[in-house]
């Protein structure tokens, strides 16, 4: 039942933020861009009993997810601008962040 009510209740925010974007996009954007999903999933995790470590690693976990999901955002941005169709530009910017988060991971263990 939890499931249900986290399903429902995500998907309402995710909703509202999509309407409010059709009518306001820029605003849209910057109130989709707030870590509301990871604010979320930490609230739903920490709500289902999970310690304070697994909340610490998943926290920073999102921060390295960040470089990728920027470039990504980016490259889609420029493709939609220079009317990249829609699909395009999402594979674009998914193949983007690909290659991001690769090139990250594969730095990240020349380091250790």
């Known amino acids: 039942m939890f499931t249900i009510v986290k399903i429902i209740i995500s998907a309402a925010i995710i909703g509202a933020i999509t309407e409010f ?3 306001y996009p820029q605003q849209g954007g910057v109130i989709a861009a707030l ?13 289902q009993g999970e310690p304070a ?6 926290a920073i976990g999102v921060v390295w997810g960040l470089p990728g999901t920027i470039a990504m955002l980016l490259i889609i941005g420029i493709a939609m601008k220079h009317s990249v169709h829609i699909v395009a530009s999402l594979s674009l910017g998914i193949v983007g ?4 988060y690769f090139a990250q991971d594969i730095v990240v263990k ?3």
């Open 97 to 100: 962040w690909l290659i991001l």
């Open 53 to 58: 470590d697994k909340l610490s690693k998943f």
């Open 110 to 112: 020349l380091l250790h």
């Open 35 to 47: 870590p509301i999903v990871s604010l979320l999933s930490i609230l739903w995790l920490y709500l």
């Open 21 to 23: 974007s059709r009518r």
